[in-house]
């Protein structure tokens, strides 16, 4: 895959390997699915829902040339249940159908 995206704190031009690589070594290591209204944690059930969870970064990549290719990565930590663990997902035509509230909850958090 040759999705790329530019952030100051990954560096320039980083592929989505190793944005994900980056985020499991800074404790990143749950992996969530998407559901409608909440975010499943893959190899158990646990199940987390809006306002159990916050996006502490998000990073965009875009295809050069297929819009499939388009995926955007969240670094999301729970305080509640003591995760860390990253989504991907995709977005445009791809991406998921989820609630308001969860669209809201997929914001990046504000400092």
Known sequence: ???KTSNETVGIMTTLS??????QEKGYSADFNLRPNYLE???NSLKLFPG???VDKHY???GASNPDDEAIV???????YNLKGVLINGYGISSESITDEMIRALDEKKD
Do not use: H
């Open 52 to 54: 159990e969870f916050i």
């Open 41 to 43: 944690c893959g190899g």
């Open 18 to 23: 190793e944005v994900t690589n980056l985020l």
């Open 74 to 80: 969240f670094a999301i930590s729970s305080p509640k």
């Open 60 to 62: 965009r990549f875009e």
């Open 1 to 3: 895959m040759e999705n």
